[in-house]
């Protein structure tokens, strides 16, 4: 499966950002990560595809959004109420695995696609 990322950019804080992800094959989960200069990669939200179940990390819980399009194969990213620490540079990924139990999605060891990574950065 390979993953095709955009929407990087620059804004300030409490301003918005879209990020998108379109993947080339079947999927059964599709999730992202971020990692911050200095920090490991962590996970941000993931979406189980079969019943379309969202889990988000506490820190962006609230903020940001992923919606499916099932027709495309994709996902979008909607990042609201954006904080100088979600400045990272974000990773699409994709996994074919079967996740009966919600909160795999959230393990990165799932995940045998990985987009490119597009930069978001967060400053006044």
């Known amino acids: 499966v390979q993953l095709v990322e955009s929407g990087r950019g620059l804004v300030q804080p409490g301003g918005s950002l879209r990020l998108s992800c379109a993947a080339s094959?079947?999927?059964?989960?599709m999730g992202w990560y971020r990692q911050a200069p200095g920090k490991e990669r962590e996970f941000v939200v993931a979406?189980?595809?079969?019943?379309?179940?969202?889990v988000y990390a506490d820190s962006v819980k609230g903020r940001f959004t992923l919606s499916r399009d099932r027709a495309k194969n994709s996902v979008v990213l909607q990042m609201d109420s954006l904080k100088f620490e979600d400045t990272a540079v974000y990773y699409c990924?994709?996994?074919?695995?079967?996740?009966?139990?919600?909160?795999?999605?959230?393990?990165?060891?799932?995940?045998?696609?990985w987009g490119q990574g597009t930069l978001v950065t967060v400053s006044s």
């Open positions: 094959g079947s999927i059964n989960s």
């Open positions: 979406v189980r595809w079969g019943d379309n179940k969202v």
């Open positions: 990924a994709a996994a074919t695995r079967l996740n009966p139990i919600l909160s795999t999605i959230r393990r990165g060891d799932i995940y045998h696609s």
